[in-house]
């Protein structure tokens, strides 16, 4: 089996793997994210966010500035910079790896400027100063497989969907390295809603290793997403349980990010998964720390019956 292709950003080598994948936290600076009740928050509060998602395994954080929500209008890519660049700028100056979430090439390299590593772009590069701009900087890029432009919700006819999305992503790659992006920098994401419906959704994500072809990582965001939303009927936030069977689907695809709200979480079931499968060591001395074994900090005076998980001696 040949090595997962590594990752270069501004310098720095990452080889992330479906069996060590890179978590990539979600943080959005912008009050009408449709996975969270609106609320405005300081950029003090949104680096804290994103410090949590840290040391919850996140190796990347990308922040976002405009809703994908289709029911709201573009904001103004002076607005958009206005909400993450003091983001960007702190926690690259904290040393953090910072993604940008943006279509706009204005925006794209504020953020560069002011630290980020890598430009999240979700438009399929439908601004191609985008990727000079990561040219410019030395940062990676995220090409997205979509048809629809920023914003729209629609579905186009994509033929025959597991030949265009790599066929897409290979023009779209071609156009990026023109411009002047290290091949090493391109990372692919297969686009999970933009443009699809969620029966296409799920028939990409269950074929997602026709993009295996192109050599370089792939990015699965499927956190909270519409189709999973149509399967299990429930809100954004009710669809972690979705999410974590979206993830087993892409990690099986050959996805080495994960681009997910809920770090922590993804970071247990990646941990699980990788002992299950044999891929990380477990030791014949692991034993579960005495803090951990009952939710209760005390227990109840011993009745002689053994509480669940333990077994009479």
């Keep these: 089996m040949s090595a997962p292709p590594a990752l270069r950003l501004r310098g720095a080598t990452l080889?992330?793997?479906?069996?060590?994948?890179?978590?990539?936290?979600?943080?959005?600076?912008?009050?009408?994210?449709?996975?969270?009740?609106?609320?405005?928050?300081?950029?003090?509060?949104?680096?804290?966010?994103?410090?949590?998602?840290?040391?919850?395994?996140?190796?990347?954080?990308?922040?976002?500035?405009?809703?994908?929500?289709?029911?709201?209008?573009?904001?103004?890519?002076?607005?958009?910079?206005?909400?993450?660049?003091?983001?960007?700028?702190?926690?690259?100056?904290?040393?953090?790896?910072?993604s940008v979430d943006t279509w706009r090439a204005p925006v794209a390299r504020a953020a560069l400027a002011a630290g980020a590593a890598l430009v999240n772009d979700p438009s399929g590069l439908s601004d191609l100063?985008?990727?000079?701009?990561?040219?410019?900087?030395?940062?990676?890029l995220v090409v997205t497989h979509t048809r629809v432009a920023p914003k729209q919700k629609r579905f186009p006819a994509h033929g025959e969907l597991l030949a265009d999305a790599p066929a897409f992503?290979?023009?779209?790659?071609?156009?990026?390295?023109?411009?002047?992006?290290?091949?090493?920098?391109?990372?692919?994401?297969?686009?999970?809603?933009?443009?699809?419906?969620?029966?296409?959704?799920?028939?990409?994500?269950?074929?997602?290793?026709?993009?295996?072809?192109?050599?370089?990582?792939?990015?699965?965001a499927a956190s909270r997403k519409d189709f999973i939303g149509a399967l299990t009927g429930g809100s954004p936030a009710t669809r972690l349980a979705g999410t974590l069977a979206a993830?087993?689907?892409?990690?099986?695809?050959?996805?080495?990010?994960?681009?997910?709200?809920?770090?922590?979480?993804?970071?247990d079931y990646v941990r699980v998964r990788s002992a299950l499968r044999g891929?990380?060591?477990?030791?014949?001395?692991?034993?579960?720390?005495?803090?951990?074994?009952r939710e209760n900090a005390e227990r109840s005076e011993d009745d002689g019956r053994p509480e669940n998980g333990e077994r009479a001696a």
């Design 129 to 140: 100063e985008v990727a000079s701009a990561c040219a410019e900087a030395g940062a990676g």
């Design 169 to 220: 992503l290979g023009e779209r790659i071609k156009a990026a390295v023109e411009r002047g992006v290290e091949p090493e920098g391109i990372v692919v994401d297969p686009g999970l809603d933009l443009g699809k419906t969620p029966a296409e959704s799920v028939e990409l994500l269950r074929s997602l290793d026709v993009l295996a072809p192109l050599g370089r990582p792939i990015l699965l």
């Design 15 to 98: 080889e992330p793997s479906p069996q060590r994948p890179l978590l990539m936290g979600i943080v959005n600076a912008t009050p009408d994210s449709f996975s969270e009740r609106g609320e405005t928050r300081t950029a003090e509060e949104l680096c804290e966010r994103a410090r949590e998602l840290v040391a919850a395994g996140a190796g990347l954080i990308d922040v976002g500035g405009e809703s994908g929500r289709t029911d709201r209008v573009a904001v103004s890519p002076e607005q958009e910079a206005a909400r993450i660049v003091p983001v960007v700028e702190r926690l690259a100056g904290e040393g953090a790896a910072v």
């Design 247 to 267: 993830v087993e689907a892409g990690l099986a695809g050959g996805a080495s990010i994960l681009r997910v709200h809920d770090v922590a979480e993804t970071a």
């Design 279 to 293: 891929e990380a060591e477990v030791s014949a001395d692991l034993r579960l720390d005495e803090s951990l074994r």
